[in-house]
Nanobody, 124 residues
């Protein structure tokens, strides 16, 4: 069965870094499109970053470009989000997502699997 579990959330000060990990089971991250989304209180879930199957194209939201990096660890079947230069606006619950390698964007995908989320809090 497909399962996604996020690790690495926590509380940091502005300017510091965090690395989130998403452990996948029931499928291979190397053969799937993987992504990270986040949702702040009172706001809709928004796209953060994605990586295409087989370490293909990566995409980032404008507000994280140059600060966040998405990558897969195929040996451990994990997708990571390295976050640097964090600011209070990055405070949110971060969700790992997966979908089939079908050349579509997450917004266009028919079926997306989601993790339970991990809280990231950035203090000024």
């Amino acid at each position: 069965q497909v399962r996604l579990v996020e690790f690495g959330g926590g509380s940091v000060q502005a300017g510091e870094s965090l690395r989130l990990s998403c452990a996948a089971s029931g499928f291979s991250v190397s053969s799937s499109d993987m992504g990270w989304f986040r949702q702040a209180p009172g706001k809709e879930r928004e796209f953060v970053a994605s990586i295409r199957a087989h370490r293909g194209r990566t995409d980032y939201a404008d507000f994280v470009k140059g600060r966040f990096t998405i990558a897969t660890d195929n040996d451990d079947n994990v997708v990571q989000l390295q976050m640097t230069s964090l600011n209070p606006e990055d405070t949110a619950i971060y969700y790992c997502a997966a979908k089939d390698d079908d050349s579509s964007a997450f917004s266009e995908a028919r079926d997306v699997y989601w993790g339970q989320g991990t809280q990231v809090t950035v203090s000024s």
